[in-house]
Structures are given as structure tokens and as C-alpha cells.
């Protein structure tokens, strides 16, 4: 079972991502991840691009500068 402590959404270029902080029981270590909102079909599913990161990721920086 996973465990969400933050989140927060962006909106850039048009598109949803999204950066949280999580663990995972029973050892509780908390972890940064950050992914990308789709809408497929009826509902609106999430794609982690990326996690068990230490640090915060910048959203902005990866994907705003363009």
C-alpha cells in the first residue's frame, strides 16, 4: 500500500503533470515522483514518468523550458 504525504499539480504547454511525495508500507521511507495526466477514454489516468527520487523535482525546469 502506498502512502501520499504531498501533491500538487502543474499546468504547462497545455499539459497536466504532476509531483508528489509517497511511501511505500511497511518501511515507510518517503520518496519524491512526478508524472503526467492523460485522458484516455472515460476517465483521466496518470503516467509516472518517474520515482524513488530523494529530492524534490522542479516540473518547471524539466519541462517548461522549451
Not at 497536466?16 to 508500507?25: G, I, L, P, Q, T
Request: glycine residues 10%.
Amino acid at each position: 500500500m502506498t502512502v501520499v504525504k504531498n501533491h500538487k499539480d502543474y499546468e504547462i504547454n497545455g499539459e497536466h503533470y504532476f509531483v508528489e511525495m509517497y511511501a511505500d508500507k511497511p518501511d515507510f521511507v518517503w520518496f519524491w515522483r512526478y508524472g503526467k495526466y492523460g485522458n484516455y477514454g472515460h476517465g483521466t489516468n496518470a503516467t509516472i514518468l518517474s520515482d524513488m527520487l530523494r529530492s524534490r523535482p522542479n516540473i518547471k525546469r524539466l519541462f517548461g523550458a522549451r
